[in-house]
């Protein structure tokens, strides 16, 4: 049969404004007044072990950027980022990170 048979079904993904809505923030991530290296984003983002479902809405988008879903706390997720970059060696014991959530201009 021939692509775009009426007996073949077709599928579609989901449109950007699906995860625009699923990922609606942005936060800048730094330390050391550096952006983080998305290693270490895309580390957390992956295999962070939180057992902490909210961290599920959590997606790295370039050194220093993470999209994030609406339900996720930002002290919450700054703390477990920190416990996380300090067991992976990444930062020193008594380092901090700064996540700045970005404003949408209209």
């Known amino acids: 049969m021939a692509v775009g048979s ?4 077709s599928y579609e ?12 923030r ?7 007044g550096q952006p983080c290296p ?5 580390n957390f983002a992956m295999r962070n ?4 479902a ?7 988008a370039g050194d220093g950027m993470l ?5 996720v706390p930002l002290d919450r997720l700054k703390a477990a980022m920190e416990d996380w970059f300090r067991k992976k060696g990444y930062i020193a014991k008594d380092a901090a990170l700064t996540l ?5 201009t209209a």
């Open 54 to 60: 909210v961290f599920d809405d959590t997606l790295p």
């Open 13 to 24: 993904l989901p449109t950007t404004s699906y995860f625009s809505k699923m990922f609606s």
């Open 6 to 9: 009426p007996n073949i079904p």
């Open 26 to 32: 942005q936060i800048r991530v730094e330390y050391d």
């Open 100 to 104: 700045t959530e970005q404003k949408e």
């Open 49 to 52: 072990f939180t057992n902490d």
């Open 67 to 71: 999209e994030i879903g609406a339900r």
């Open 38 to 42: 998305q290693k270490w984003l895309d």
